[in-house]
């Protein structure tokens, strides 16, 4: 970069005719301007100009070198001048990954307004269930649901993930109502088979407090919360759920709530960086675009 630079001071010295005034515009001493095109002639081995006291003028060799030397500079100030814009102007490609329910249930009807918001920007969506390396795979940004736990990766909270019991009216109708977490143990449960095994051990905090550790079973499983979540509307037993999930067939009597007295630890919606630090824009205002579009009072607390 040195180099660059006394070869950006060499071609200012011919523009303005005079090392005096291309010292004055690069705010550099006339003597440090002097030694940095002397040592340019030195490390080429040429000399690049005549000098007399009152004309400066190139050499040949200098003529040769202002003329291959100015595109190199000009494409040099092109592209760190593009990269500085693009540390300050929203656009480029954002390539973005979450989870495939909630992805295409609340952040997908959201992307036109995004879109139209920075028309700079390009949209590489991947929906997944499954937990994707952000750096191995080129993302941006993750969409995650659940438990952090212990990541490297940068987490900014969107919303809460409230949980839910819930089943059908027909199979409480068939089975009865269960009363407290202990009644779980008679009923068939759904369970959701994840990255961490079975879950078969649903947790509770009863009125005092204290966390209730209750296992289940029942006759049907699945990778796929979707899947989970018509079963249970077809009855074929009780579900826990994220309330976003469910909240429409709740609200419609598809499903009813259970255990309201017994709450279900939430956990949480979050945005994931692979580092804090030269956070491209595009980044930034995708995450503060969600989170004010979900923040403390999302759609499915509604």
């Known amino acids: 970069m040195d180099r660059i630079g006394d070869l950006s001071l060499f071609l200012r010295v011919l523009d303005l005719g005079s090392i005096s005034a291309a010292a004055r515009s690069l ?19 040429v000399r690049l100009l005549h000098r007399t006291t009152r004309q400066l003028h190139a050499t040949p060799e200098g003529m040769q070198l202002a003329e291959q030397g100015r595109a190199l500079v000009e494409d040099l100030e092109s592209l760190t001048g593009g990269l500085r814009q693009s540390a300050t102007e929203v656009s480029g490609t954002l390539r973005v990954t979450m989870s495939a329910a909630f992805g295409s249930q609340y952040v997908s009807p959201l992307l036109p307004e995004f879109l139209g918001l920075h028309p700079r920007v390009k949209l590489s969506v991947n929906l997944d269930d499954q937990i994707v390396d952000l750096v191995g795979s080129g993302f941006d940004l993750g969409i995650r649901v659940g438990e952090m736990g212990d990541s490297s990766l940068v987490a900014r909270r969107l919303a809460s993930n409230r949980r839910v019991l819930c089943a059908s009216p027909a199979y409480l109708q068939t089975h009865g109502l269960p009363r407290t977490p202990a009644d779980l143990a008679r009923h068939d449960c759904l369970l959701l088979v994840g990255s961490q095994g079975r879950q078969d051990v649903w947790h509770f905090t009863d009125r005092k407090g204290r966390d209730i ?5 029942g006759r049907f499983e699945s990778n796929q919360g979707a899947l989970l979540r018509d079963a249970v509307v077809a009855g074929l037993g009780i579900a826990m759920h994220s309330l976003w999930h469910v909240h429409e067939q709740l609200r419609s009597g598809r499903l009813q709530l259970l255990l309201p007295d017994y709450p279900i630890h939430a956990t949480g919606i979050y945005a994931v960086m692979p580092q804090r630090r030269l956070v491209p824009p595009r980044v930034r205002a995708f995450i503060d675009f969600l989170a004010g579009r979900f923040g403390d009072h999302p759609p499915w607390e509604c």
């Open 27 to 45: 705010d550099l001493s006339v003597a440090v301007a002097s030694q940095r095109l002397k040592r340019l002639e030195r490390e080429l081995g």
């Open 213 to 217: 550790a209750q296992r289940v079973q």
